[in-house]
């Protein structure tokens, strides 16, 4: 099967035969660095990020001399490992708040305690229910392709309620309070990892026109989504899993944001602006 085929299996939410089938391309076409740069990105949308490092390998060896592509796929190396740091934090919480301003570690102190005390066991239903009745809800205006929605915004997630997850360049995984947020505008879609790591401009209140803006990945998948769940796994479904000792709530499947009563999926924002309060 040639890659427009394999495509047209992706496309129609078939990922294990897709995987098939781009293994198979690749194989027989070992220097071809379209199909590898595919399944390199089917291998994320399946979770298996040790092979999509590996064929990542294949292509920087291929690419060493053409220093544009070369530097695309260093910085998709940053995603995978960015990747592979938020998983593990999920697993087992880093020993600090991953604040990525360290003026915001007191907005998400109870964040991070939350996700600790879940880890440890010693999170109780009253506790929880204290800590996510203060999330954040921001008065925003959310542009859609064909739509906008006025109205407050609030992650449903309870363990990313305080802060929106990105990848940076600067520090790697970590968070970015909601509190802070002035503007998120994503980039439009080039490629089928975009669907799985959004590239954004974000901006805090107080930055002057001075202040460089965040040049930054969201991830629009949830961490704990299950591998076993294909639709899922690339984004086309998103489903709720409440714990019942917590009361908890995480997401699976595609980030969704609550703007007003309306459940709004992460792939078709454009931007996100947080309105000034008079």
């Given at each position: 099967?040639?890659?427009?085929?394999i495509?047209?299996?992706?496309k129609?939410?078939?990922?294990?035969?897709a995987?098939?089938?781009?293994?198979?391309?690749?194989?027989?076409?070992?220097?071809?660095?379209?199909?590898?740069?595919?399944?390199?990105q089917?291998?994320?949308?399946?979770?298996?990020?040790?092979?999509a490092?590996?064929?990542?390998?294949?292509?920087?060896?291929?690419?060493?001399?053409?220093?544009?592509?070369?530097?695309?796929?260093?910085v998709?190396?940053?995603?995978i490992?960015?990747?592979?740091?938020?998983?593990a934090?999920?697993k087992?919480?880093s020993?600090e708040?991953?604040?990525?301003?360290?003026?915001?570690i007191?907005?998400?102190?109870?964040a991070?305690?939350?996700v600790?005390?879940?880890?440890?066991?010693?999170?109780?239903s009253?506790?929880?229910?204290?800590?996510t009745?203060?999330?954040?809800?921001?008065p925003?205006?959310?542009?859609?392709q064909?739509?906008?929605?006025?109205g407050?915004?609030?992650?449903p997630?309870?363990l990313?309620?305080?802060?929106?997850?990105?990848?940076?360049a600067?520090?790697?995984?970590?968070?970015?309070?909601?509190?802070?947020?002035?503007?998120?505008?994503?980039?439009?879609?080039?490629?089928?990892m975009?669907?799985?790591?959004?590239?954004a401009?974000?901006?805090?209140?107080?930055?002057?026109?001075?202040?460089?803006?965040?040049?930054?990945?969201?991830?629009?998948i949830?961490?704990?989504t299950?591998r076993?769940?294909?639709?899922?796994?690339?984004?086309?479904?998103?489903?709720w899993?409440?714990?019942?000792?917590?009361?908890?709530?995480?997401?699976?499947?595609?980030k969704?944001?609550?703007?007003g009563?309306?459940?709004?999926?992460?792939?078709?924002?454009?931007?996100?602006?947080?309105l000034e309060l008079?």
């Amino acid at each position: 099967m040639d890659i427009k085929g394999i495509g047209e299996l992706y496309k129609a939410g078939d990922l294990q035969a897709a995987l098939v089938h781009s293994k198979a391309f690749v194989r027989d076409n070992p220097e071809n660095g379209e199909g590898r740069g595919l399944l390199l990105q089917l291998y994320l949308f399946a979770g298996e990020l040790d092979k999509a490092k590996k064929q990542l390998e294949f292509l920087e060896f291929q690419k060493k001399d053409d220093l544009p592509s070369y530097m695309t796929l260093k910085v998709i190396g940053e995603m995978i490992d960015c990747e592979i740091q938020r998983h593990a934090f999920y697993k087992k919480a880093s020993s600090e708040v991953p604040a990525l301003f360290d003026d915001e570690i007191d907005l998400l102190t109870d964040a991070y305690a939350l996700v600790t005390n879940a880890q440890n066991g010693s999170l109780t239903s009253e506790k929880a229910e204290a800590i996510t009745g203060q999330r954040p809800l921001l008065p925003v205006v959310c542009q859609l392709q064909d739509d906008e929605i006025r109205g407050e915004l609030a992650e449903p997630d309870d363990l990313t309620a305080f802060g929106l997850e990105v990848f940076s360049a600067r520090k790697g995984y970590a968070w970015v309070a909601w509190k802070n947020i002035a503007s998120i505008e994503f980039h439009p879609y080039e490629k089928p990892m975009d669907l799985m790591y959004r590239r954004a401009v974000i901006k805090r209140k107080g930055d002057t026109e001075e202040t460089p803006p965040l040049q930054a990945y969201v991830p629009a998948i949830y961490a704990n989504t299950s591998r076993d769940d294909v639709a899922a796994c690339m984004g086309r479904t998103t489903d709720w899993l409440a714990n019942d000792e917590t009361g908890l709530v995480s997401g699976s499947g595609q980030k969704c944001l609550l703007v007003g009563d309306q459940l709004v999926p992460l792939l078709q924002i454009g931007t996100l602006t947080a309105l000034e309060l008079s």
